[in-house]
C-alpha cells in the first residue's frame, strides 16, 4: 500500500491490497474491519470512511494531511500501518492487529475506570497539541491493548457527507455529538470536549446524559469526586463555556487530584451509598461494612455435614476432571478464530496443514507432522500462521517450536544477525513463563518478506516497550539489509531518543 504524500492522487482498489472480513467496531463515520493484507499476508485492522471522498477534490488532500499529522504525533497514540484513498475515493486507514478488548470490556471498578477515562484525555489532548480536531469521538474511539493501556483507534476524523444514515448505523454516535454539530455550525477542538464529557458520563454512570444532565453522582454513587464538575463543565450547551480543548480540561483534572492529594479535607468525594467512607489515597469511595445486622445460628446434624462434605467432594473431582477437557476446548476454539483470518488467504496445502494441527489434542505426536508442513511451506501466510500459533497454544512446547521455526525461516532468509538478536531474547521466557505482548512484534519482524519500511515502524513500537531490545534489533537488521540507507532514519530516530541528541 502506498501512502499518498500529496493527497489528491489515489491509488487502485482497497481490494487490491487488502481482504476485508469482519466488521468488527463502527463510529459515525467509518467502520473497522479485521483484514487480510494481500502484501504482507498478515492480518490488520483496517478503517474505512463510509461516505467516499470526491476524487481530485481538496478534501482528499486534507485527509491525507490529518492523517500525516496525526502518525507523527510523538509518542504514538494510534499505531498506524499506513493510510490513502482508493480510485474510488474511499479513505482508508490501516492499524496493527488489534489485541485487547475494548474500553468499556468487564466490570471495572470505579479506580480503573477513572484510570482509563484519564488515559482517553491525554491521548486526544496531545492530539489537540497537534491542532487537530477529531470530530467523531465514541467509547469505539479506544481501545485496551493486552497490557491494558489505552489506545487511540478512532483516527478516520468527521467528515460530514452522511450524517443522517452515520446515526443510523451506529445510533449510538448521536449522544457524543455536540449541539453546534447537530446544526451545522462552525466546529472547534470543543466538540471533541463535549464527546469526551459524554464518554466520562457513560464510562461512570452506565448511561448517556440528558439533554440537561444531572450530576453523575446522583446516577450512582462512587464517581470520581472531580466528575460533576469536570463532566458538567464538558457536557455545556454552550462552547464557549466547556473546557475548549481537552488539553484544558486534563489540566483540571490533574489539578483537582493534586488538590485532593495534598488535602482532601478541601474536596469532598461524592460517596456510594450511606456508610461508606472515603479513601484518601484513591480519591474513589471505599465500601464500609456499615450497622451490623443479627445472625440467626443454624446448626446442622453431623450426618447433614457428612453429606454435603461428600457433595462438595464429589462436584471438586469432577471440575477437576473435566477442567483440562474445557481449557482443551476453550484454547482449540481461541486458537481456531485467531486463525480463521490467515486461512481465507492461505493456499490450498497450508489450509490442510492448519485443519489437521487443529482436529483433535494439539499437543498429540501425530499432529508434528501437520506442523512440520506450516514450518517447511513456502506460502507467504505461512509465518503470520506460526506467530498466531506462537501466541494462542495453550502448550509451551508448541510455542517453543514456533518461536525456534521463526527464527530458523529468518536465518534462511538471510537476516541471521537478527534472528541471533532475538532467538537470545526469546531464551529467556522459558517453560511456562509467557513472554511480553510485544513479543508477537519481534516475531513478526523477523519475516523474511516484511518491506523495510513496515519493519521499522514494528520496531518503533518494540521500543516503546523495550528500548534495548529494539536498538539490537535495528542495528543488526541495518547489518543484514543489503541497502545501508533501509534502516537508517529508524536507527537514528531511536539513538537520538536514547541519548537525547537531537537530529543524530
Known amino acids: 500500500m502506498n501512502q499518498l504524500g500529496e493527497g489528491t492522487n489515489t491509488i487502485g482498489a482497497i481490494s487490491d491490497y487488502f481482504v476485508v472480513e469482519t466488521k468488527i467496531l463502527s463510529t459515525r463515520t467509518a467502520d473497522l474491519y479485521i483484514s487480510q493484507d494481500k502484501t504482507r499476508g498478515g492480518d490488520v485492522s483496517l478503517w474505512q470512511l463510509r461516505a467516499p471522498l470526491e476524487v481530485g477534490s481538496s478534501m482528499i488532500a486534507e485527509y491525507i494531511k490529518r492523517m500525516e499529522i496525526i502518525e507523527a504525533i510523538n509518542p504514538p497514540v494510534s499505531d498506524f500501518v499506513g493510510f490513502a484513498v482508493d480510485n474510488k475515493g474511499t479513505a482508508f486507514a490501516v492499524l496493527a492487529r488489534l489485541d485487547g478488548n475494548t474500553l468499556t470490556e468487564g466490570t471495572p471498578e470505579f479506580s480503573e ?33 493486552r497490557a491494558g493501556s489505552v489506545r487511540f483507534i478512532g483516527v478516520m476524523g468527521a467528515y460530514e457527507l452522511d450524517r443522517e ?120 469511595s471505599s465500601i464500609s461494612l456499615g450497622t451490623q445486622l443479627p445472625i440467626k445460628k443454624v446448626k446442622f446434624s453431623k450426618g447433614t455435614i457428612l453429606k454435603i462434605s461428600l457433595v462438595v467432594m464429589l462436584i471438586s473431582v469432577a471440575l477437576v476432571g473435566l477442567w483440562p477437557f474445557y481449557s482443551q476446548f476453550s484454547h482449540a476454539k481461541k486458537l481456531s478464530s485467531s486463525l480463521s483470518a490467515h486461512r481465507a488467504i492461505a493456499g490450498e496445502q497450508l489450509n490442510t496443514a492448519i485443519d489437521g494441527l487443529l482436529s483433535g489434542n494439539l499437543a498429540s505426536p501425530g499432529k508434528k507432522k501437520f506442523l512440520n508442513q506450516i514450518v517447511n511451506s513456502d506460502d507467504p501466510v505461512a509465518h503470520a500462521v506460526l506467530v498466531t500459533l506462537s501466541r494462542n497454544s495453550a502448550y509451551p512446547e508448541i510455542r517453543k517450536e514456533c518461536e525456534n521455526a521463526i527464527v530458523e525461516r529468518a536465518r534462511s532468509a538471510g537476516i541471521s544477525r537478527s534472528a541471533d538478536i532475538a532467538s537470545v531474547w526469546l531464551s529467556s521466557f522459558s517453560g511456562n513463563i509467557n513472554p511480553p505482548a510485544y513479543v508477537e512484534e519481534v516475531l513478526l519482524v523477523l519475516n523474511g518478506t516484511l518491506p523495510s519500511d513496515a519493519r521499522a515502524k514494528a520496531i518503533r513500537r518494540i521500543y516503546a516497550e523495550n528500548p534495548p531490545l529494539a536498538l539490537n534489533l535495528a542495528a543488526s537488521f541495518s547489518l543484514d539489509s543489503s541497502n545501508d540507507e533501509d534502516y537508517r532514519s529508524v536507527l537514528a530516530q531511536l539513538l537520538g531518543d536514547k541519548l537525547k541528541i537531537n537530529d543524530l
Do not use: M
Request: glycine share 6%; net charge negative.
Open 113 to 145: 475506570l477513572e484510570r482509563r477515562f484519564v488515559s482517553c484525555v491525554e491521548l486526544i489532548s496531545r492530539i489537540h497539541n497537534a491542532s487537530i480536531i477529531c470530530g467523531d469521538i465514541c467509547k469505539n474511539s479506544f481501545w485496551l491493548n
Open 165 to 284: 444514515n452515520g446515526i443510523k448505523l451506529y445510533p449510538e454516535s448521536q449522544y457524543y455529538l455536540a449541539p453546534e454539530q447537530i446544526s451545522d455550525c462552525n466546529i472547534d477542538l470543543s466538540v471533541d470536549v463535549y464527546a469526551l464529557g459524554v464518554l466520562g458520563y457513560f464510562l461512570f454512570t452506565g448511561k448517556f446524559p440528558e439533554k440537561t444532565p444531572i450530576q453523575p453522582s446522583q446516577v450512582l454513587k462512587g464517581v470520581p469526586f472531580w466528575a460533576d464538575e469536570v463532566l458538567l463543565k464538558a457536557l455545556s450547551e454552550n462552547p464557549a463555556q466547556r473546557y475548549q480543548s481537552a488539553v484544558e480540561l486534563l489540566a483540571d483534572i490533574k489539578g483537582k487530584r493534586e488538590l485532593y492529594a495534598q488535602d482532601p479535607n478541601k474536596v469532598r468525594h461524592q460517596i456510594r451509598n450511606s456508610g461508606v467512607e472515603d479513601s484518601p489515597s484513591t480519591g474513589i
